[in-house]
């Protein structure tokens, strides 16, 4: 029973920061490709970024230097940290793991300008 469960979405300014967590279980970060989603209003869901069981990580051109995806594996726990944020990155952030193809619920970022 794989879950995998985000937190740490808010309410910030432009040119804030958040830090989001994915919390996995039923499922290893250290041995999946673990990403991060988005879908912002009226828009499509995109890749934001995404990190491999080696390490390797991609991004999207749009928070490239901006945003940095990493994973505790102790914790079984993937993180997003967003800094600089546009009103642009305003969306729900979804956390995918490959192996199953799972997502989870999603949490709400909201940036004002």
């Known amino acids: 029973q794989v879950q995998l469960v985000e937190s740490g979405g808010g309410l910030v300014q432009a040119g804030g920061s958040l830090r989001l967590s994915c919390a996995a279980s039923?499922?290893?970060?250290?041995?999946?490709?673990m990403a991060w989603h988005r879908q912002g209003p009226g828009k499509e869901r995109e890749l934001v970024a995404a990190?491999?069981?080696?390490?390797?990580?991609n991004y999207a051109d749009s928070v490239k230097g901006r945003f940095t995806i990493s994973r505790d594996n102790a914790k079984n726990t993937v993180y997003l940290q967003m800094n600089s944020l546009k009103p642009g990155d305003t969306a729900v952030y979804y956390c995918?793991?490959?192996?199953?193809?799972?997502w989870g619920q999603g949490t709400q970022v909201t940036v004002s300008s």
């Open positions: 995918h793991s490959l192996r199953g193809d799972h």
């Open positions: 039923g499922t290893l970060v250290s041995a999946n490709i």
């Open positions: 990190i491999t069981s080696v390490g390797s990580t």
